[in-house]
């Protein structure tokens, strides 16, 4: 009876240290679940779409241009801790590094937005790093995005600047040419109806651009009409250009033996400060804070390269251009009757 009494309680202990065994490791694997996370976050990209195209920079007037709105959102099953956002340039350099704390009350979705503002031209990316309170990352795909250059400055190339269109007027028995985009002084409306020749021609030759350049003709068929013969062009334009450049032929030789001038004249000018009409009548100089005049007096027969130097007015704003094209008599005289005649061709304004 002993034996079978000491059996039952040897059993009655394994068992119950089995038990207890058991309800500790139970224990534990509830409290391992309940701690560990190892769920990343996801990271989803609201702005820029991918290749998204900003302006670099509006002009003089408004140096700035846009600026890229860098919007992510992120979801977990904890609470999101933060996210980081990158944005490097082709080289790969990093241009902007920023952090941003979730400071907000919702612990199931957190959504950022920060900017960025380029000063260089090209193509950037961006990547959103999303990290919840557990320390698990996500990093989204990287969006490229590019800062293209400045538009106003494509709003400011030259009109018909090599001259390869011109337009056939006809008027009563006349017929002439005039290149696009240009106009010559109001006064020509006379002497075009009455001797059916202008300041302005088409220069054809192989020496030209595509074959055709602008021909300037001081002479109006051997008779002298003011001390000024002028042509221009007058568009909108907010940026400041660095030089213009060109090529130009001229010869100054004068009936009367004096030597005439081939001016070249280019003007910023405002809605408030215009251009005058005085200033684009035949017997008036190009006058104002803004203005820069390249003159020549030396005859050349072929084609030669000239700039003229605007960097003075860098900053300076402005919405329009006009460029005068002049031929001045040498000896001041009205009267004075010359065969002056001078070929632009290839104009551009350097940025």
Known sequence: MKTIIKMKMGKKIMFALAVVGLTFMNCTSDDDSATTDSLAPTITVISPEMNQ????TWGAGSPNGETAILSASSVDNERISYINITVVNSDEITVLEQTIEN????????????????????TYSVVFTATDSSGNSQASMP????????TSVESCIIPNASFDNFTEITDGDLTYELPNYWSESTVYNFYRGSIGRGFFSKYEGSDASNG?????????????????????????????????????KFNGTSSLGSIDRLRIVVKFSTASNPVTSAELAIDS??????????????????????????????GVPTQFISIHLMLKSGSGAI?????ATAVIDDLEFLF
């Open 285 to 314: 100089e190009i006058t104002g804070d803004y203005v820069k005049t390249f003159e020549i007096e030396t005859d050349t027969s072929e084609f030669t390269d000239f700039e003229i130097d605007l960097s003075e007015f860098e």
């Open 212 to 248: 055709t350049a602008l021909q300037l003709n001081r002479s109006q068929s051997g008779s002298a009409i003011e001390t000024f013969n002028k042509g221009y062009v007058h568009y909108e334009c907010n940026t400041i250009p660095t030089k213009l450049i060109g090529r130009y």
């Open 335 to 339: 009267g004075n009757a010359n065969i």
């Open 103 to 122: 400071e907000t009350t919702n612990d199931s979705e957190f959504t950022v937005e920060t900017y960025y503002t380029a000063v260089i031209a090209g």
């Open 53 to 56: 195209d900003y302006i670099l």
């Open 143 to 150: 969006v490229k995005f590019t800062f293209s250059g400045d």
